[in-house]
């Protein structure tokens, strides 16, 4: 574990210190913005998967943004091991700056298995390997993404969609588990309301909570196909919903999240990280 406050590569981030059985510590990626949202989600991912059986790999996780973290502060992540069963083990994290809880978290774990079980993916027929233009990629938080030239096949034909294809910047290794946390990592890059503007609010802003299914496994260090839509808006909240597909358009991973759209002008317009 290295004594830098900051990591130079997403694995680096990804492996944490152990301070106890159940208590990590991680070190933050370089940026000038307040804490990456998508770095602490994974590294809540990472530190339950640190107590749980090697052969159990993360199946969903819900988690709440509760207080904006700090880069200049490491993060705390105190796991609770809620429950060991036969096939799925559930986890609750609570990442902490200052003694306070900025994310909490809960995940699942299932056991692997040999076992061949059907499997349904209805658009898979319908997407196919997208095209993508990799003269366009931009460095941003230890990841890159391009969200230009990429071509769908059977592509909504509003133009509400977000594409974004990303992958960690670094090699990452073998081990499951980190590419499971990478892949939380990169599925905060995107906005879901880049395209809707709505009567003056904001079409992006601050996360307020973050869900994920995984399906496929799938390397978070080579391209994956991150596909959003803006589901729902109400009290200033605002829904969207994505899909994050492999190499051969196998779907990885059914996420969502939901942000505050506040008034125009209040928090700027497009909130992607910017390269630091």
Not at 82 to 108: C, L, N, P, T, W
Request: glycine fraction near 8%; hydrophobic fraction near 35%; charged fraction near 20%.
């Amino acid at each position: 574990m290295t004594s830098s406050l900051h990591a130079s590569t997403l694995l680096e981030a990804l492996t944490l210190e152990r301070l106890d059985r159940d208590l990590f510590r991680g070190i933050n990626v370089p940026t000038d913005l307040h804490l990456y949202g998508g770095q602490v989600a994974a590294q809540s991912l990472a530190a339950a998967g640190g107590t749980v059986d090697p052969d159990r790999l993360p199946h969903s996780l819900h988690g709440y943004f509760l207080r904006r973290g700090r880069g200049d502060r490491p993060v705390i992540f105190e796991v609770d091991r809620d429950r060991d069963g036969g096939s799925f083990s559930s986890r609750h994290v609570a990442a902490k700056q200052d003694g306070e809880v900025i994310f909490s978290m809960i995940a699942s774990f299932q056991r692997t298995t040999d076992e061949d079980w059907p499997s349904y993916d209805p658009d898979l027929a319908s997407f196919g390997p997208p095209e993508l233009d990799s003269s366009t990629h931009t460095e941003v938080l230890l990841a890159e993404f391009s969200d230009q030239g990429i071509v769908v096949p059977g592509e909504i034909a509003d133009d509400v969609n977000e594409y974004l294809q990303v992958r960690s910047l670094h090699p990452l290794g073998d081990d499951p588990m980190i590419q499971s946390s990478a892949l939380v990592y990169l599925s905060d890059l995107g906005t879901g309301f880049r395209k809707i503007f709505l009567n003056g609010l904001a079409n992006s802003g601050p996360s307020i909570d973050h869900f994920v299914y995984f399906h496929e496994p799938v390397r978070s260090d080579e391209w994956i196909t991150f596909h959003m839509w803006p589901s729902a808006a109400k009290s200033r909240r605002g829904l969207y919903l994505g899909h994050m597909r492999g190499p051969s358009s196998q779907l990885a991973a059914v996420m969502g999240q939901e942000c505050l759209l506040s008034r125009a002008g209040e928090f700027p317009v497009d909130q992607r990280p910017t390269s630091t």
